[in-house]
């Protein structure tokens, strides 16, 4: 059923007696044309976009617990376009383009709030850098300005001007970018799909794949083996496990980022806002809690915490740009596993293996590029090339030496 | 000022009052009592607003699971939102003020949204507010944030002072009730080092709140002994008002201590500490909490925990209502009524939903047993209860209880999953526990006072055992075990009005409903959709409730449905807590040059690079502006002599019979032949091929090498060698040392520098440039014996020195540099004209070495050695990295010599439309060369080296500037390098 | 979490600092034929593993060990610290 005040009048009027589940609870048919595997955001933007965008409706997305467990359902809600490389913006200013339709398009309110993000700089060389940011930016079409000190003051009068160990310089502001509701997201993809035809399977965990002679036709799973012309892999944070039952090893590590969120407040912050000192970044929800994080933990691991040095270092760093927040108090934190890549940077791309696909090596940047890396993954599975701004996501660019890499750490995952 | 709900006893001292104001009006308390307390004796029941319907609320506990009584502390930069009044302790002056609403707390306008209930549904709005799109951030968003939160902040700094704190221990017990005190008592008599803490600023627990005796004496008295013996004991350290509030790996705990949040502000202590506990074992004994049942309006003022009634009349003198009632599922129930009885508070009727209990009703107490509570009365606080035969009770407070839930929190901390216990009608710590901890009395599912006693004191003789000390033959004090049957009752089914389970946010049994009737069947779908377990709470008191509903909806045991897991912080901790001292100037250290003072003392202009402070420049009298001092600076350099502090440069000593061979393979040119006595410039590649660094390392003797660093790498250039040599090459004879802060360096630059030295060195020492010449180096004494190293090497493009002296005579020469130089006019020259000479130069820095260049980017491809194995030359030959049209750095000159330029600007071909297709580079490093006296760049473009003399234009859009510019060599000043050698 | 420095005895992590798999450790000959592709792997493909693992931390707040620990990735356990220096020689990396 369609969404909409009338809806929901009506059922108000009814004693919410009608509405329906959000999505159907089928049971699994033996073959599809294309198999998701994985029911995070972009496993089910990639589903939604398959049979939305690419007529392709024989699709089920398998996940092995509930549908936008992962980080989808984790993380600190930014969207953003803000990048430098010419693999990435266009990725991203695309994906931001479909944010700000995304609600309609799926008849679901996501809260797509573009209230702005800031990314303060403190240094010359910091400026210089962002400056070569946000031209990379207006180039491809995104926006992007850059403030100077005075400007920031009276946005944030709140941040500190006359007592940092870092002073605040100045910032880049996209405008355009902001936060959004990220359950809603797998919710609205999903219910989307589901209204496509898109089999949507919970509690249906992938325990193999099904490969022959170097062509992949489908999976094992808990409830049966399931057959499919094309399978698409979009678990991040358990890549590196769930390909190498596909017997692959992938440029990625994973680790643990944490978030956090306050009590609820009052209004004070109006858009997302980065430190450039510090590892940090903030923004408040609709519901008034702070949300906000900041390095991940720096080690290997899959056990979805992180420990208190971390939860320091970002309480440090928040202060130190914003010391009113310091009464305020932190209500809940937790942990979630990241495909870190040796670039920073993601894989969407076809396999060695025949009829396998994989997008995986968000590190912490998956949340704001799900449409886009649904759209671009639909794309892939459909017609078999890489959509035109998705180019660069190559399995292959390592050994070809054409590393796409924002921050110029290198090979060594816990530093991008 | 009356209490008119004082009733007297308990654990308060109503010799000492205490003055306090809640929303403006004065109120008067004693020592020892909570904000709630107080509150509660001076018969104010409506406290604060819910979230999302403005309904009113009360106190609902006596503790830190409180989800209602939330209210704003203290005044200004002081005011602390959503502090829990139960938790809170009064002291003279203390103001609070409620939240939430919108007008006064009795008429709030906010309350309208109660009306719209039926319409703002769980989820309601992610199904509407999408028409039309651009309405989200202008009109929706703005209204829902208005309404959003709860307390308010301030907007001004947190103006208390924070500590952190690390402690060790054997065992850490957390919790002080009946099982916490008898294990840390067994452990600290065997000789343990023990931590006991507790949340509550009275230690004890439920010892404090119920009439138990232990040990022949009221149980208060044989806690407060209990704990009068740890504080006499070495090996044990006692932490009220301290809350472990998660649990980390390998034994690590996070615990707050308010230290100072009792008193007035101003007090001159810290507010409070944020701990690390190292621990070799802990013992949970966290107790329980208490949950309600869910019927029609359980939510106003008024109706509270049947436990929580207990603890204000029996620890705090305080009647919550004149006329009780109670409605409970089990045993514990009933002794809330035998103990308001006893204190000769009414009670106005026991309700239990069984059918049938062995207990004994207190005189003239109606009991209505398989009853249930449907509706209750009161628009501001509770006025009479309704039953399902329609009779109704009245009765201005309401004790519920649901039975209690162990506190299994901090056993989920590390993903423990906790399971069902039928016998208790709760979940129980699951069987993966944290690293070394136990869990003990209640919060294990042991819900009586003699089994409690009997759990700690196993669980304690259990660590004792286990870190190999003896265990005492001791034994628990005399107690009882009382009275504790529990039911599975939730939630009254046959309520018409709304049965609310979240009382923070507003989540009722219909919300749960409503959530599986749409398909969010799963407890985490449940939690997410209707934000059930997200009020600061974090579920204490709300999620079995939300689980229990969802379960009878899905014909599911709660056991099946499952649980959400619980996450630190066990209770919210502030955010400057964990910050501590780490804010202001103080966020991270700084770093000084060792001619920092100096430098201060003319007056410098400092800059922040990486964690250093440094001289920018040194402005001079009559200087308007940075750019002329700079001028100055780089000019009188180029004319005579400059000099500038070079300290920060990173210095690692290397020696070993295998040096040479190490160093060989840590550059990426060709370092095998370097002579003693010389310097060379070495380019250090990541194994990724990219550049990581580069610097000079100088070869003081055969196996003696002194290797520099940029600033920004000194730290990771260091690991990186250390792990080349202990990893790769472990047999190598070499050895590495960080000389970075041993030494001062100065660099000594222009064409007197030469003369300007030989002023200080000590005459045996010939500089000449026949004995010294270019890219020597040797050690030398200085100003009469002072050891020394001179380097004649150059980054201004001059005759050039750098000189290093130990550390602590830095300052020293720095004074006696400009004393000597006075005859040359020596300026002193700062970061900025050092990139003024290093841009002229065209010699690579920070911003083009940052981490996404190769060798060949830099221009620097030719100086890779093939012949060798080095750290990186064969991944950097890939062919995506060798590749002819790449990026190369290069200079530009504005075609208008007028113009200046912008770092950051893009390359866009003449006549070329500005966008992402056309863009052919960036430009790295801008600055107006005095000598040339015109605006110069570096910046990296396609093919550069092939294209000299072309133009492009520099584009830098966010500053709306567009300027025509020249494709020239990087070297603008001398490019023959002349100067150098002379 | 704690790491047991084999010379040092118990130290905070925050003392040390993270580089990755101890297959770093296993640096390709140059000189072999298909030198190009061993490193490539060697750099950057990763085993990545769901239980024991053995990685690199260099003690960098304290005596500048580079040590391999045996970390378990699921439960962040620890059951072995060596110096890498060690095993190094004992897996023949002898220069």
Avoid at chain 1, 181 to 209: K, M, P, S
Avoid at chain 2, 548 to 571: H, L, N, Q
Avoid at chain 2, 854 to 883: F, H, P, Q, W, Y
């Amino acid at each position: 059923m369609r969404y909409s005040v009338l809806s929901l009048l009506k059922e108000a009027f009814n004693g919410n007696k009608g509405w329906k589940p959000a999505w159907r609870d089928p049971e699994p048919q033996a073959e599809y044309d294309v198999i998701i595997v994985g029911g995070g955001g972009h496993g089910l933007a990639t589903a939604y976009y398959l049979a939305r965008e690419f007529g392709i409706n024989r699709v089920a997305v398998l996940e092995k617990g509930w549908i936008g467990s992962g980080n989808v359902g984790r993380n600190t809600t930014i969207i953003r376009s803000n990048y430098l490389l010419d693999g990435n913006q266009p990725f991203y200013e695309q994906s931001l383009k479909l944010w700000e339709g995304l609600e309609q398009d799926f008849n679901y309110n996501a809260m797509v709030s573009q209230r702005g993000i800031i990314n303060l700089y403190h240094s010359d060389p910091q400026r210089d850098a962002f400056v070569r940011r946000a031209n990379s930016m207006r180039l491809s079409g995104a926006d992007a300005e850059i403030l100077n000190q005075n400007t920031i003051r009276e946005m944030c009068p709140f941040l500190d001007f006359d007592n940092a160990r870092f002073p605040i310089q100045g910032g880049l502001i996209q405008r355009r970018g902001g936060t959004v509701r990220h359950d809603a997201v797998a919710w609205g993809y999903a219910r989307g799909a589901d209204q496509r035809g898109v089999d949507i399977l919970q509690n249906c965990e992938v325990t193999d794949f099904i490969i022959e002679n170097g062509v992949c036709s489908g999976v094992e799973t808990n409830r049966g083996s399931i057959r499919a012309n094309k399978v698409g892999v979009a678990v991040a944070g358990s890549s590196g496990r769930v390909m190498a039952q596909a017997g692959m090893r992938l440029p990625i590590e994973t680790h643990v980022l944490q978030a956090f969120v306050s009590e609820g407040l009052k209004p004070v912050l109006p858009g997302v806002i980065t430190f450039g000192a510090g590892h940090f970044y903030v923004s408040q929800s609709d519901k008034g809690g702070l949300v906000f994080g900041g390095d991940i933990d720096g080690y290997n691991s899959y056990a979805q915490r992180g420990n208190l040095p971390v939860v320091e270092d970002v309480c440090e760093s928040g202060m130190a740009i914003m010391p009113m927040i310091g009464r305020s108090k932190l209500l809940r934190m937790w942990g979630g596993v990241m495909d870190m890549s040796m670039d920073g940077s993601p894989i969407i791309d076809k396999t060695p293996i025949d009829g396998l696909y994989l997008n995986a090596g968000w590190c912490y940047g998956g949340f704001k590029a799900t449409p886009a890396s649904g759209w671009c993954f639909a794309h892939l599975l459909a017609k078999d090339e890489p959509h035109k701004t998705a180019t660069k996501y190559r399995l292959d660019r390592f050994k070809r030496g054409a590393m796409v890499d924002e921050r110029g750490a290198g090979a060594q995952p816990n530093l991008h | 000022m009356t209490q008119k709900n004082r009733i007297g006893g308990g654990l308060i001292d109503q010799n000492r009052s205490v003055q306090f104001n809640f929303d403006g009006r004065l109120f008067e308390g004693y020592e020892g009592d909570t904000l709630a307390s107080a509150l509660l004796a001076n018969d104010v029941k409506l406290v604060g607003r819910s979230f999302k319907y403005h309904r009113p609320r009360g106190i609902f506990s006596a503790g830190s699971e409180e989800p209602s009584a939330l209210v704003t502390l203290r005044e200004g930069a002081y005011s602390e939102p959503n502090a829990r009044a139960t938790v809170t302790e009064i002291y003279d002056g203390l103001s609070a003020r409620s939240q939430n609403k919108f007008g006064s707390l009795n008429f709030d306008l906010m309350a309208i949204n109660d009306l719209l209930s039926p319409l703002l549904t769980a989820g309601f709005y992610y199904k509407t507010f999408m028409w039309p799109a651009v309405f989200w951030e202008k009109v929706y968003e703005p209204i829902i944030r208005q309404a959003a939160g709860l307390g308010k902040l301030s907007g001004a700094e947190d103006p208390d002072r924070y500590n952190k704190g690390f402690l060790y221990c054997d065992l850490l017990v957390i919790g002080t009730g009946p099982s916490g005190l008898m294990a840390a008592l067994t452990a600290a008599r065997a000789g343990l080092r023990v931590i006991v803490a507790d949340e509550d600023f009275r230690m004890g627990g439920r010892l404090n709140a119920e009439r138990y005796e232990v040990g022949e004496m009221p149980a208060a008295d044989w806690a407060a002994a209990t704990l009068a013996e740890f504080m006499s004991m070495d090996n044990v350290r006692v932490m009220s008002r301290t809350t472990i509030f998660g649990a980390y790996d390998h034994g690590i705990y996070g615990a707050l201590e308010r230290v100072s949040d009792h008193v007035a502000e101003g007090s001159g202590d810290v507010r409070q500490i944020a701990w690390r506990i190292y621990t070799k074992r802990a013992i949970l004994a966290a107790g329980s909490t208490e949950r309600s049942i869910a019927f029609g309006n359980n939510d106003r003022p008024g109706v509270m925990m049947a436990g929580s009634v207990r603890a204000y009349v029996n620890r705090w003198g305080v009647a919550p209502g004149k006329r009780v009632a109670i409605f409970t599922n089990n045993d514990d129930g009933w002794q809330t009524a035998y103990d308001l009885q006893g204190q000769g508070v009414e009670v106005s009727a026991i309700v239990d939903s069984r059918e049938q209990t062995t207990l004994l009703p207190p005189k003239g107490v109606r009991v209505v047993l398989g009853g249930r509570i449907v509706d209750t009365k009161g628009r501001l606080g509770l006025k009479k209860i309704i039953l399902s035969d329609g009779q109704d009770v009245a009765a201005d407070c309401l004790a519920v209880s649901g039975g209690w839930s162990p506190n299994v929190h901090l056993t989920c901390h590390q993903r423990g999953i906790p399971v069902w216990d039928d016998k208790i009608v709760g979940f129980v710590p699951g069987a993966t526990l944290p690293m070394g901890m136990a869990v003990a009395g209640a919060a294990n599912g042991v819900m009586t006072l003699n089994a409690c006693l009997q759990s700690g004191l196993d669980a304690g003789n259990s660590v004792v055992e286990a870190l190999g000390r003896t265990v005492s033959k001791s034994k628990t004090p005399k107690a009882q075990d009382e009275v504790s049957a529990a039911s599975a009752f939730w939630y009254v089914n046959e309520s018409k009005g709304r049965a609310w389970l979240d009382l923070q946010n507003d989540i009722t049994a219909k919300d749960v409903k409503l959530s599986y009737q749409e398909g969010f069947r799963s407890v985490e779908h449940l939690k997410r959709y209707t934000t059930i377990g997200m009020a600061t709470d974090q579920g204490k008191t709300s999620n079995i409730l939300g689980l229990a509903v969802m379960a009878e909806i899905s014909g599911k045991s709660i056991a099946e449905t499952g649980t959400t897991i619980f996450r630190p912080p066990y209770t919210p901790v502030s955010i400057a807590a964990l910050a501590g001292r780490s804010r202001g100037k103080d966020f991270r250290p700084a770093r000084l040059t060792p001619s920092h003072n100096w430098a201060a003392e003319q007056g410098a202009v400092f800059v922040n690079t990486g964690a250093w402070r440094r001289a920018q420049w040194f402005p001079k009298e009559g200087e308007t502006h940075w750019r002329q001092s700079v001028n100055r600076e780089v000019l009188a350099t180029r004319a005579s002599v400059g000099i500038c502090d070079v300290s920060t440069l990173g210095k690692i000593d290397i020696q070993g019979k295998d040096a040479t061979d190490f160093i060989n393979r840590v550059y990426a040119n060709a370092f095998a032949k370097l002579a003693i006595g010389k310097t060379r410039y070495g380019l250090m590649l990541r194994e990724d091929g990219l550049v990581m660094d580069d610097g000079t390392t100088a070869r003081l003797s055969e196996h003696h090498y002194l290797m520099t660093t940029t600033t920004a790498n000194a730290v990771s250039v260091f690991r990186h060698l250390e792990f080349c040599h202990q990893c790769l090459w472990p047999n190598l004879d070499v050895q590495l040392i960080s000389a970075t802060e041993q030494f001062a360096q100065i660099a000594v630059a222009g064409p007197n520098s030469r003369k300007l030295l030989e002023k200080i060195i000590d005459p045996e020492y010939d500089i000449s440039n026949d004995a010294f010449a270019f890219m020597a180096c040797g050690d030398i004494t200085v100003c009469g014996g002072i050891k020394s190293r001179l380097f004649r090497i150059s980054f201004s493009g001059e005759l050039a020195y750098e000189i290093a002296v130990p550390t602590r005579y830095g300052d020293s020469l720095m004074r006696v540099l400009m004393d000597a130089g006075d005859e040359f006019d020596v300026t002193p020259y700062g970061t900025e004209a050092l990139g003024v000479m290093r841009i002229e130069k065209g010699h690579a820095a920070g911003n083009e070495l940052n981490g996404q260049t190769t060798a060949l980017n830099l221009g620097l491809g030719k100086i890779v050695s093939r012949k060798k194995d080095c750290i990186g030359n064969i991944l950097s030959l890939r062919e995506e990295m060798v590749r002819n049209d790449g990026l190369r750095l290069v200079g530009f000159k504005p075609v208008d010599p007028a113009m200046s330029l912008n770092a950051g600007s893009h390359f866009i071909g003449v006549g070329a439309e500005a966008k992402t297709s056309n863009d052919q580079g960036w430009m790295s490093s801008v600055t107006y060369s005095p000598n040339l006296e015109t605006s110069i760049g570096l910046g990296f473009i396609k093919s550069g080296d092939q294209r000299m003399g072309e133009k492009v234009r520099a584009v830098d859009l966010v500053n709306n500037k567009s300027v025509e510019v020249e494709i020239t060599s990087p070297h603008f000043f001398d490019p023959e390098g002349g100067r150098l050698r002379v | 979490m704690i790491i047991n420095h084999p010379l040092l005895g118990p130290r905070d992590a925050t003392e040390f600092s993270y580089l990755g798999d101890a297959s770093l450790m296993h640096r390709p000959e140059w000189q072999s034929d298909d030198a190009e592709n061993q490193f490539y792997e060697y750099q950057y493909l990763r085993d990545n593993k769901a239980g024991i693992h053995r990685e690199l931390w260099y003690h960098e707040q304290g005596d500048r060990s580079w040590l391999v620990v045996t970390r378990n990735t699921l439960t962040h356990e620890i059951s072995s610290v060596e110096l890498a220096s060690d095993v190094a020689r004992r897996e023949g990396r002898s220069r």
